[in-house]
């Protein structure tokens, strides 16, 4: 062949070249040769009728390939005779005609596989699991229609029955035919039936991302197809961006907070973080469900049917769901409207969410379920926090809150009725900044945040995601809105919170502490009612089921706390045991022996040190 540097737009087109490729029998040589040459041809800027010619010359040197077989029944062509859009295929034995398919032996019919045109056209390799699907075209009254199964349906006689219901021909009778027929046709033609990688994930795949930068289809769930096609562009950039800059300049920090956690979804992967959940809180009317549909239509169609969902549904929805979208924040709308599945259990929820990993499951076959697995952010809004829902630390720890005040949106109808119009336009911009920035700056950039950030009172999860978000906003502003409207550390530390808040334990205290200054009758023998101990010189002597009973009402461990109070010299001990002995009434008691004043000593007084916090710092007289 002639060197690549001397074809030029016109001699790379020449017969010869193709005759010179379809010559080569060496199968590598041949890939090797198309693959140089459409590459010269790009140069040249022939690409496109460069392989227009090829997929013609492929075509005519299959059927020439095809029609060099030994015919062992003379009366057969050997192919499929379907009118339509598909392509002809070789079947070997079978007759495939307009009136269905059959099999024969020895040149007679012997029976009936399917009794309407069908075939399969692809292929599907989905990318994270390796599994296939396979694309059938069948024909029935006249027209052609599509599906995509499972490969397995169509190799078991006993699975492939239930396409009956999507209007194929098979019953118990046929199935073990049409099962042949299928497999027949496919490994026939396996060289010329395309295969179509596929994933049931959206987002990151390597450097690529899931719909923006592949020819890569969806084949997951189709609970999940709506919302998949929602990712999607529509309206006109300008428009989009000359809106939410008009927004961002208004200084509501609910709007470039949730903008923020929005872009940040995608960022999680990429910077080693846990998903974790940003909650905009409030009164009703202060524009919460605007702004779920601004930060949706980042990335998709913000109509309710479309890509943001809620809580109406169960756990298992919800990992399947958060699986699908992968690396895409998931946006629920109102914490309060949840199923009772969800609210039975508001607290697993949160964690298992923020783990990015659904639970084991076996499926029918006592096999183990792929696992779902996501790192993004999960966005929500309701009248009240979404803590307010949990009481672990834990749990807390892995929510953002941002409190929604009143009148966010001057016209928030129109802010409404402009997303619905213009929205997926900035998703794809987004992700063209972060590969042209590259992970390692993003990575400094964050790590640049984590200090400005750092606080020996907040909890380190938190400023984590915090550090991520704000990361995602200086990558959005800069290249996106470039409005200089960041957010500053300052606002950004308003919604974390501070260490002893969190602690489950500190919590306890703090519980403990107002159930007896809410109930000091119940410490008081000469009040006829129920009695949970005694008051005495700052501290609370509390019955040791009493003490049980408060705890577990409130949702905390007792014997957590006691270990962390005796390490706080929160509680007095006696013999290694994290109780005392009390008489009462003559009777000895085994109490917690509660101080009241974290700050009080062993005898019931405050140390000097802690006064002076107190004293004024100028006298009331000289």
């Not at 289809?217 to 197809?225: A, M």
């Not at 169960?314 to 399947?320: G, S």
């Not at 076996?362 to 183990?368: A, F, P």
């Amino acid at each position: 062949m002639e060197p690549l540097a001397r074809l030029d737009s016109k001699s790379i087109l020449a017969e010869d070249i193709f005759l010179e490729i379809f010559d080569q029998e060496d199968e590598i040589m041949k890939a090797r040769m198309i693959l140089s040459l459409t590459d010269r041809a790009a140069e040249l800027g022939v690409k496109k009728k460069f392989e227009e010619l090829l997929k013609a010359y492929k075509k005519v040197d299959r059927e020439a390939k095809q029609r060099e077989r030994k015919k062992p029944i003379a009366m057969l062509d050997k192919w499929t005779n379907f009118e339509g859009p598909y392509n002809n295929m070789f079947c070997g034995a079978w007759i495939a005609g307009e009136d269905g398919v059959y099999a024969q032996n020895d040149s007679q019919v012997d029976a009936v596989a399917c009794y309407h045109p069908i075939l399969p056209v692809e292929r599907m390799k989905n990318l994270e699991t390796g599994e296939e699907q396979i694309k059938i075209a069948y024909k029935r009254n006249g027209r052609w229609d599509e599906i995509i199964v499972p490969k397995t349906m169509v190799t078991s006689a006993s699975k492939i029955v239930a396409l009956s219901g999507r209007g194929i021909s098979v019953t118990s009778e046929n199935a073990k035919l049409l099962v042949r027929f299928l497999s027949d046709v496919e490994n026939m033609n396996d060289s010329h039936i395309k295969v179509q990688y596929s994933t049931s994930k959206l987002g990151w795949i390597q450097n690529d991302f899931i719909p923006y930068d592949t020819e890569i289809v969806f084949d997951g769930d189709q609970r999940f197809r709506q919302t998949y096609d929602s990712v999607s562009e529509r309206g006109n950039w300008e428009i989009w961006q000359s809106h939410m800059q008009k927004l961002r300049k208004s200084g509501r920090l609910e709007i470039k907070f949730m903008m923020a956690a929005s872009f940040a979804s995608v960022l999680v992967s990429l910077l080693g973080g846990l998903p974790f959940i940003v909650d905009l809180w409030g009164e009703t009317e202060g524009g919460k469900t605007v702004s779920l549909m601004v930060v949706a239509s980042i990335w998709a169609n913000p109509d309710e049917s479309a890509y943001i969902g809620d809580f109406k549904t169960t756990e298992v929805a919800l990992e399947a769901k958060a699986d699908m979208l992968n690396h895409l924040p998931m946006i629920l709308d109102d914490t309060s409207k949840t199923s009772s599945r969800i609210r039975d259990n508001f607290e697993g929820m949160v964690y298992d969410m923020c783990s990015g990993k659904g639970k084991s499951r076996s499926n029918k076959e006592l096999g183990i379920n792929r696992e779902n697995r996501w790192r993004n952010c999960i966005l929500t809004n309701g009248e009240r926090p979404l803590n307010s829902y949990v009481s672990q630390g834990g749990a807390i720890n892995r929510i953002l809150e941002v409190e929604c005040k009143d009148n966010v949106y001057e016209d928030p109808q129109e802010t409404a009725e402009l997303v619905k119009k213009n929205y997926g336009l900035a998703g794809k911009r987004y992700i063209e900044a972060l590969k042209s920035i590259g992970k390692e700056e993003l990575q400094r950039m964050q790590k640049e945040f984590q200090k400005e950030l750092k606080d020996d009172e907040a909890m380190q999860k938190q400023s984590l995601s915090l550090a991520i978000l704000l990361t995602a906003d200086k990558v959005a502003t800069d290249y996106l809105f470039r409005d200089g409207e960041y957010i500053t550390i300052k606002q950004a530390k308003t919604v974390l919170i501070n260490r002893n808040d969190l602690s489950d334990n500190e919590r306890c205290y703090r519980y403990l502490k107002d159930k007896i200054a809410m109930n000091e009758q119940k410490f008081d023998a000469e009040n006829k009612v129920e009695q949970w101990g005694i008051l005495e010189e700052g501290r609370a002597i509390i019955y040791n089921q009493a003490f049980k009973d408060l705890c577990k009402n409130g949702g905390f461990s007792d014997k957590a706390f006691l270990s962390w109070a005796d390490r706080k010299g929160l509680i007095e001990t006696q013999g290694g045991r994290m109780t005392k002995v009390k008489k009462v009434g003559g009777n000895p008691v085994r109490c917690v022996f509660l101080k009241l004043n974290e700050n009080l000593d062993e005898d019931g007084f405050e140390s000097v040190e802690t006064m002076e916090m107190y004293e004024q710092e100028e006298l009331p007289f000289k």
